[in-house]
Each structure stands twice: as structure tokens, then as C-alpha cells.
């Protein structure tokens, strides 16, 4: 499966954002989905992930509450909604990929991953 992300762009403090990934050349409804992000100097992280049949998600403490992960099985979409940002989700965030079958973790490890895009928080 191919993946492509979109919808990263400049926001100030408090605003919101849809990130888009769009999966190609896969059953889309096979697979679990996941959200990571790399801010500058730091480690890839996870930011949230939702199962093949949408009826779990998870996400990491930080943005409980202010980012939710979304699918579109007609569009072969996941979304990520991300509102009241803050300056710390400064990031490039990259869309992945899990065949359901493998039964990982939603941390991961992941098989398939998207290109980034970039999401700048300013204050």
C-alpha cells in the first residue's frame, strides 16, 4: 500500500487542522492506521492510530482530547483532526500503515509509511 499526506500548513496557538492520508494500491479496509510525528530534534512519535474497522482508536496522552482520528472507507482516506494546537505540536507528521492480520500494537511497529507534512504551531 502507497500512502500520501496531506493538509500540513502554518496555524497560530488555538487553531485546527485536517490532515489527510490517502492510501493507494491496498485494501484500505484491511489495514490499521497510524499517526506519528517528528518534531525538530526529536524522536518520531506516536500520535494516534485507528484499527481496520474503525471501532478502536488511540492516541497518545498529549492530544487526547484535541486531535481525532477518523477513516473513510469510500475515499480511502484516515484523517487527522487536530484542534487547541499548541506551539509543542510542531511537527512533521507522517501517516502508517498495518496490515489488521499482523495484530501490532497501535504504537507498531508499522510496515508501510507515507511522506510527511509539515504542521508549524506559532505563537
Known amino acids: 500500500v502507497q500512502l500520501q499526506a496531506s493538509g500540513g500548513g502554518l496555524v497560530q496557538v488555538g487553531g485546527s487542522l485536517r490532515l489527510s492520508c490517502a492510501a493507494t494500491?491496498?485494501?484500505?479496509?484491511?489495514?490499521?492506521l497510524g499517526w506519528f510525528r517528528r518534531a525538530p530534534g526529536k524522536e518520531r512519535e506516536f500520535v494516534a492510530a485507528?484499527?481496520?474497522?474503525?471501532?478502536?482508536?488511540y492516541y497518545r496522552d498529549s492530544v487526547k482530547g484535541r486531535f481525532t482520528i477518523s477513516r473513510d472507507y469510500a475515499e480511502s482516506t484516515v484523517y487527522l483532526q487536530m484542534n487547541s494546537l499548541k506551539p509543542d505540536d510542531t511537527a512533521v507528521y507522517l501517516c502508517?500503515?498495518?496490515?489488521?492480520?499482523?495484530?501490532?500494537?497501535?504504537?507498531?511497529?508499522?510496515?508501510?509509511w507515507g511522506q510527511g507534512t509539515l504542521v508549524t504551531v506559532s505563537s
Open positions: 502508517a500503515a498495518n496490515p489488521q492480520s499482523l495484530a501490532r500494537p497501535p504504537m507498531g511497529p508499522y510496515d508501510y
Open positions: 494500491g491496498g485494501t484500505f479496509s484491511r489495514y490499521a
Open positions: 485507528i484499527t481496520s474497522s474503525g471501532d478502536s482508536t
